[in-house]
């Protein structure tokens, strides 16, 4: 008995093949992104295990406005190091205006605690999934991980 446990430890230790596991991206994390390297902002990014989380942008706002409430976002899986999210957002404008879109992120896992890749920001009633479609905006964008879930 004591040689079959021994050998099913052998096999299970062999069959991971002593590879990393694919990092987890849910849990919160906290993005800074910026466009035209001088507009920078940053939002706090809420990944279920389901595929669902929300944005909340951190960004100072006129006290003309009401505080930013968590907007309905989504993520993916590109393969083992790589990730998409998405989401709703609206960038104050001046002391009351709003510019609104899907704010787009492609990344790659530094670490299992850090993202960096691509920000995209694309403008109301554009949509992302569209070839055709042109970002009003584009940078670079790094993620921390703030907690796990």
Excluded: C, Y
């Excluded at 596991?21 to 920078?40: S, Y």
């Amino acid at each position: 008995m004591n040689f079959l446990f021994g050998v099913l430890l052998v096999i299970a230790g062999q069959s991971s093949g002593g590879r990393e596991q694919a990092p987890d991206l849910a849990g919160r994390w906290k993005v800074e992104f910026t466009f035209l390297a001088t507009e920078k902002h940053e939002l706090e990014f809420d990944a279920k295990a389901s595929g669902a989380g929300t944005f909340l942008l951190l960004d100072a706002r006129s006290n003309l406005l009401p505080p930013a409430e968590p907007a309905k976002a989504t993520w993916k899986r590109v393969d083992s190091s790589q990730v998409t999210f998405s989401g709703e957002i609206e960038f104050p404008i001046g002391n009351v205006g709003r510019n609104p879109g899907i704010l787009v992120f492609k990344g790659r896992f530094e670490s299992q605690t850090s993202i960096s890749g691509s920000a995209a920001f694309f403008a109301q009633g554009q949509n992302p999934n569209d070839a055709k479609s042109v970002p009003a905006k584009t940078g670079k964008f790094t993620a921390e991980r703030v907690a796990a879930k």
